[in-house]
């Protein structure tokens, strides 16, 4: 379903990056369509890849009272709809390796959450559903540390991977990009994404709510091109105030055309 080949993300004859985009969660069918269709839009004017991406459930959130999905079915029954009717491939996240299975029969590729990337069995679990892996760097680890997350994967026979980038603890509170990491990780001869939005959040708040800085989102994916990511991960809600997950460090829906058209600018200069 992919514009490049999906068994090891190549760039299009266009030779752009890709991009991961799409709410945090589920919220309902009627809004996570209307997202997707827009993002689909925009990227076909461009000629951007576009991977669809919702998490189906929530699964670490900071209070007990935080939205958490509608729903396991419901909502990767949603996913499955914008996967066959929009004709475009579909990423979901999943927290256990019981959910490995399931998630895949409605998705193209399955996430592995930041925190979780050292779980062995979840790794193992999601490799074998031959799906594309896409497994987020651990706030905690070094770029280099991820070789072994390849490790687990590739013990399977499964070498359909993605590694990203989601930034790195600076003190309680903050996380830093710090690039060099991007083409240290390139090194493991798989794509590389950064994830944007996730890389300004504010963590651990004493409210029990993440914060974030999303002015900063172009300065952060601006960045992330110049070094040679090969895709670009960032959340989006038409009103991120109203979002049930991350409104804080999210994208305004109407803001992504306007800033692929920058990142495409970075792009062609470089190449």
Avoid: W
Wanted: charged content about 20%.
């Amino acid at each position: 379903m992919l514009n490049y080949n999906i068994d090891r993300l190549q760039h299009t004859e266009s030779g752009n990056f890709f991009i991961i985009a799409g709410p945090c969660v589920v919220e309902g069918s009627e809004i996570t369509f209307s997202i997707a269709r827009e993002i689909k839009s925009i990227c076909n004017r461009l000629g951007i890849p576009f991977i669809f991406k919702g998490s189906y459930r929530k699964a670490n959130r900071s209070r007990l009272d935080s939205f958490t999905g509608i729903g396991d079915r419901e909502a990767l029954g949603v996913l499955a709809g914008i996967r066959s009717d929009l004709n475009i491939p579909v990423l979901t996240d999943i927290h256990s390796a019981g959910e490995a299975e399931m998630a895949s029969a409605y998705v193209d590729i399955l996430q592995i959450p930041a925190f979780l990337c050292r779980q062995t069995d979840l790794l193992i679990a999601a490799s074998k559903t031959g799906k594309v892996v896409n497994v987020k760097k651990g706030q905690f680890l070094s770029p280099g540390s991820m070789k072994f997350a390849i490790e687990k994967i590739e013990s399977t026979g499964n070498q359909r991977i993605m590694l990203t980038e989601r930034g790195t603890m600076f003190g309680y509170q903050d996380l830093v990009v710090d690039f060099r990491g991007i083409p240290e990780m390139q090194k493991e001869g798989y794509p590389v994404v950064l994830d944007v939005t996730h890389s300004l959040q504010q963590p651990n708040q004493v409210a029990g709510v993440t914060g974030g800085i999303p002015s900063q989102i172009g300065t952060i994916a601006s960045a992330g091109i110049a070094v040679g990511v090969d895709g670009i991960f960032l959340e989006t809600h038409p009103e991120p105030a109203d979002a049930k997950s991350d409104g804080a460090n999210m994208l305004r829906l109407d803001m992504l055309e306007e800033l692929l058209n920058r990142l495409l600018a970075i792009h062609k200069s470089i190449v």
